[in-house]
């Protein structure tokens, strides 16, 4: 293998941002391929400012090149003045470390964060001259592996993927660089089938051409494997102890401004909150917290390496995080290790944040604080399992205000299940009253309010749900924007075409995957940037293979039909979310499981994570309150008598999409 530098760097003093693609980054590897090692190329398909801070990327580069059997490099989606140059050259994609070709490497892995990137997954294929359809790829060919929170529908994309790895990657990547290291040892025996075959075998792969789809005209009637040793059903990997895993241990620092261009370590995995619109969620269940010393010692080692003077605390909520206090406090008074380090918590929950963690942030600056009621009003916040109330809100922005905020960013979701015109119009009362809040402390407050439309997604109590169509999600954007015409609450919005295309992806089958190459041949790349979005193109595409964009997303399903994704599971039980997709309906909401009883999911037996109850009651208003015990991480014995949580009666008929109705 050689590198394509020579060829490559004439070509970038052309392009805009050619240090997207020269590599060179404190923390980056040049990794000796030698013989009978897996070479992996590790794909972000998208922009490299997009790409790089990628957590899960830079984990899995620095696992696979500690190794014996492995390298790892990586690589980006070039941008289109780039990829012109690159495919009039014949030159095709490359690494960005060594600068080899992509076709070179055994494994191109593929991070599928959003959906709408799967038009760039096929595309950065194309670009390595590989074949784009997996079936007609020779034992020569590079395997191709994908992962990520997408991974979890993989029908759309199972034409072009050889295999996915579902859930957590850092214990799975090693065994399946066993396998492909043992195929090519043998000479390539058996051919493609064969490698394919045992990496079907390998827990928490799937392998979509070891699988049968059968159809009854328009509906799945199963998906089935094809050999007796092939798993009925692939179950998501899971790490248990967070501590066996402190990476990223030398985090990439970009020689360019990226999204998050900080330190960022990540502080717990999962989350027992129950909001039943968040994937996220639901499947990275149970929650798994990483010691607090090291995660200090995470962040300071992180920021002497590094030279950033800013950290993230990541995770889905993490102000939940049982040390956070102790932790910010320890980072921001630090005199010693690494003073005047800045502070940020991405993802916060309203009734976690309290008027001491705004303190401790805000003595070094203030970092931007978004919080994320999802819901304009209490029944909504019930349905959708939110259960944070207006104080709670109020007093997360008093405690923000107070300490020398003049600026919340507030989110919120239109579309969601049993939605009426008071619910939405409710998301610019909320923002009012934040604003008169902050007008104790400031005549400049104000307040920015973002909304996207929601998509029901696999693994989810909502997943039989038809989301809104087009035109009503435009609607209810149009109801809030005349609301808040004159107010200094500011509203932004997703594009509701946008929406709809992610619920086809999203929600979508085999059959989807050639919707997707159509796309994609028409033009159809960067389909998450707006400029680049066009939606005439899915619309042409789904009428050519004779497919109705309605059937994927604005209808409901029933209890019983199958799903595209029900072979791949996520440690939930069916039951558990189609009887809390009736209590959604019910506007029943369910207190976070740490201070409950055991509601059965199934992960937390599954995955050998004992349920601990922390209190008899949950606090007051849905609040974290103080005393919980969240030791979640490690492999502990599992505990028996579980108490399944009540559930109200089942709500037979589904509430259609428009906001005028509601269940009774």
Same mark, same amino acid.
């Given at each position: 293998?050689?590198?394509?530098?020579?060829?490559?760097?004439?070509?970038?003093?052309?392009?805009?941002?050619?240090?997207?693609?020269?590599?060179?980054?404190?923390?980056?590897?040049?990794?000796?391929?030698?013989?009978?090692?897996?070479?992996?190329?590790?794909?972000?398909?998208?922009?490299?400012?997009?790409?790089?801070?990628?957590?899960?990327?830079?984990?899995?580069?620095?696992?696979?090149?500690?190794?014996?059997?492995?390298?790892?490099?990586?690589?980006?989606?070039?941008?289109?003045?780039?990829?012109?140059?690159?495919?009039?050259?014949?030159?095709?994609?490359?690494?960005?470390?060594?600068?080899?070709?992509?076709?070179?490497?055994?494994?191109?892995?593929?991070?599928?964060?959003?959906?709408?990137?799967?038009?760039?997954?096929?595309?950065?294929?194309?670009?390595?001259?590989?074949?784009?359809?997996?079936?007609?790829?020779?034992?020569?060919?590079?395997?191709?592996?994908?992962?990520?929170?997408?991974?979890?529908?993989?029908?759309?994309?199972?034409?072009?993927?050889?295999?996915?790895?579902?859930?957590?990657?850092?214990?799975?990547?090693?065994?399946?660089?066993?396998?492909?290291?043992?195929?090519?040892?043998?000479?390539?025996?058996?051919?493609?089938?064969?490698?394919?075959?045992?990496?079907?075998?390998?827990?928490?792969?799937?392998?979509?051409?070891?699988?049968?789809?059968?159809?009854?005209?328009?509906?799945?009637?199963?998906?089935?494997?094809?050999?007796?040793?092939?798993?009925?059903?692939?179950?998501?990997?899971?790490?248990?102890?967070?501590?066996d895993w402190p990476y990223p241990k030398n985090?990439?620092?970009?020689?360019?401004?990226?999204?998050?261009?900080?330190?960022?370590?990540?502080?717990?995995?999962?989350?027992?909150?129950?909001?039943?619109?968040?994937?996220?969620?639901?499947?990275?269940?149970?929650?798994?917290?990483?010691?607090? =010393?090291? %995660? #200090? +010692?995470? *962040?300071?080692? @992180?920021? /002497?390496? &590094?030279?950033?003077?800013?950290?993230?605390?990541?995770?889905?909520?993490?102000?939940?995080?049982?040390?956070?206090?102790?932790?910010?406090?320890?980072?921001?008074?630090?005199?010693?290790?690494?003073?005047?380090?800045?502070?940020?918590?991405?993802?916060?929950?309203?009734?976690?944040?309290?008027?001491?963690?705004?303190?401790?942030?805000?003595?070094?600056?203030?970092?931007?604080?978004?919080?994320?009621?999802?819901?304009?009003?209490?029944?909504?916040?019930?349905?959708?399992?939110?259960?944070?109330?207006?104080?709670?809100?109020?007093?997360?922005?008093?405690?923000?205000?107070?300490?020398?905020?003049?600026?919340?960013?507030?989110?919120?979701?239109?579309?969601?299940?049993?939605?009426?015109?008071?619910?939405?119009?409710?998301?610019? =009362?909320? %923002? #009012? +009253?934040? *604003?008169?809040? @902050?007008? /104790?402390? &400031?005549?400049?407050?104000?307040?920015?309010?973002?909304?996207?439309?929601?998509?029901?997604?696999?693994?989810?109590?909502?997943?039989?749900?038809?989301?809104?169509?087009?035109?009503?999600?435009?609607?209810?954007?149009?109801?809030?924007?005349?609301?808040?015409?004159?107010?200094?609450?500011?509203?932004?919005?997703?594009?509701?075409?946008?929406?709809?295309?992610?619920?086809?992806?999203?929600?979508?089958?085999?059959?989807?995957?050639?919707?997707?190459?159509?796309?994609?041949?028409?033009?159809?790349?960067?389909?998450?940037?707006?400029?680049?979005?066009?939606?005439?193109?899915?619309?042409?595409?789904?009428?050519?293979?004779?497919?109705?964009?309605?059937?994927?997303?604005?209808?409901?399903?029933?209890?019983?039909?199958?799903?595209?994704?029900?072979?791949?599971?996520?440690?939930?039980?069916?039951?558990?979310?189609?009887?809390?997709?009736?209590?959604?309906?019910?506007?029943?909401?369910?207190?976070?499981?740490?201070?409950?009883?055991?509601?059965?999911?199934?992960?937390?037996?599954?995955?050998?994570?004992?349920?601990?109850?922390?209190?008899?009651?949950?606090?007051?208003?849905?609040?974290?309150?103080?005393?919980?015990?969240?030791?979640?991480g490690g492999s502990v014995p599992i505990v028996?008598?579980?108490?399944?949580?009540?559930?109200?009666?089942?709500?037979?008929?589904?509430?259609?999409?428009?906001?005028?109705?509601?269940?009774?």
């Amino acid at each position: 293998m050689s590198s394509l530098w020579p060829r490559i760097e004439p070509l970038l003093a052309g392009v805009e941002k050619p240090a997207r693609y020269i590599g060179m980054e404190r923390g980056s590897q040049a990794p000796e391929h030698r013989p009978g090692t897996v070479a992996w190329l590790l794909i972000y398909p998208d922009t490299y400012e997009i790409g790089l801070p990628n957590q899960g990327l830079q984990i899995l580069y620095e696992i696979l090149n500690e190794r014996h059997d492995s390298v790892a490099e990586r690589a980006y989606a070039p941008w289109l003045d780039l990829e012109g140059e690159l495919r009039t050259r014949g030159i095709g994609l490359f690494s960005v470390d060594t600068h080899r070709a992509a076709s070179d490497f055994d494994v191109l892995a593929f991070n599928l964060s959003a959906e709408l990137v799967y038009t760039n997954v096929l595309n950065l294929i194309d670009l390595t001259g590989v074949p784009v359809r997996a079936v007609a790829r020779s034992d020569e060919d590079p395997i191709v592996i994908a992962g990520g929170h997408c991974a979890f529908n993989p029908e759309p994309m199972a034409d072009f993927v050889d295999a996915f790895v579902i859930g957590d990657g850092e214990e799975p990547v090693g065994e399946v660089s066993a396998v492909v290291a043992a195929w090519k040892r043998g000479g390539r025996v058996g051919g493609r089938e064969a490698v394919l075959h045992d990496l079907a075998t390998v827990p928490g792969v799937y392998v979509p051409s070891m699988y049968t789809v059968e159809y009854d005209g328009a509906r799945l009637v199963g998906t089935t494997p094809r050999y007796p040793d092939v798993p009925q059903t692939v179950d998501k990997r899971t790490v248990a102890d967070l501590a066996d895993w402190p990476y990223p241990k030398n985090q990439l620092v970009p020689l360019i401004e990226v999204v998050h261009d900080r330190l960022n370590v990540e502080i717990f995995r999962g989350c027992t909150r129950g909001c039943r619109f968040c994937q996220a969620g639901m499947i990275t269940r149970p929650v798994r917290e990483r010691p607090v =010393e090291q %995660a #200090r +010692n995470m *962040v300071l080692d @992180g920021l /002497r390496r &590094t030279g950033y003077d800013e950290v993230a605390l990541t995770s889905l909520s993490s102000a939940d995080f049982s040390g956070i206090d102790g932790l910010v406090s320890s980072l921001v008074n630090d005199s010693t290790g690494c003073p005047n380090v800045g502070v940020s918590l991405p993802s916060l929950r309203v009734d976690a944040f309290t008027v001491g963690l705004a303190s401790e942030i805000q003595k070094v600056r203030r970092t931007g604080l978004t919080f994320a009621p999802e819901g304009g009003s209490w029944r909504i916040r019930q349905v959708i399992n939110k259960l944070i109330t207006e104080e709670d809100l109020y007093a997360a922005v008093d405690g923000a205000y107070s300490q020398g905020w003049r600026r919340v960013k507030l989110y919120f979701l239109v579309g969601l299940p049993t939605e009426m015109d008071e619910d939405t119009l409710g998301i610019a =009362e909320l %923002a #009012r +009253n934040v *604003v008169e809040v @902050g007008k /104790r402390y &400031t005549k400049q407050a104000s307040a920015t309010v973002s909304v996207g439309g929601f998509v029901p997604k696999a693994h989810t109590p909502f997943q039989w749900f038809g989301q809104n169509g087009i035109g009503e999600l435009r609607r209810k954007v149009n109801l809030l924007r005349d609301e808040l015409r004159r107010s200094p609450a500011k509203v932004r919005w997703h594009d509701p075409e946008a929406t709809f295309v992610e619920g086809i992806v999203s929600r979508g089958d085999r059959r989807i995957g050639a919707v997707i190459e159509r796309v994609w041949r028409a033009g159809g790349t960067f389909q998450e940037w707006s400029e680049h979005f066009r939606l005439d193109r899915w619309t042409t595409a789904m009428a050519e293979e004779g497919l109705d964009p309605d059937w994927y997303v604005t209808r409901h399903r029933t209890e019983d039909e199958v799903l595209p994704w029900d072979h791949i599971t996520a440690g939930l039980h069916r039951d558990f979310l189609w009887q809390d997709f009736q209590a959604a309906l019910a506007e029943h909401g369910l207190p976070d499981c740490r201070w409950t009883p055991c509601y059965d999911c199934g992960v937390c037996t599954d995955y050998a994570i004992e349920h601990v109850v922390a209190s008899p009651v949950p606090p007051a208003g849905g609040s974290q309150g103080t005393g919980q015990d969240l030791s979640t991480g490690g492999s502990v014995p599992i505990v028996l008598g579980r108490t399944p949580a009540p559930i109200p009666a089942k709500v037979n008929d589904l509430v259609p999409s428009g906001s005028s109705e509601a269940v009774t």
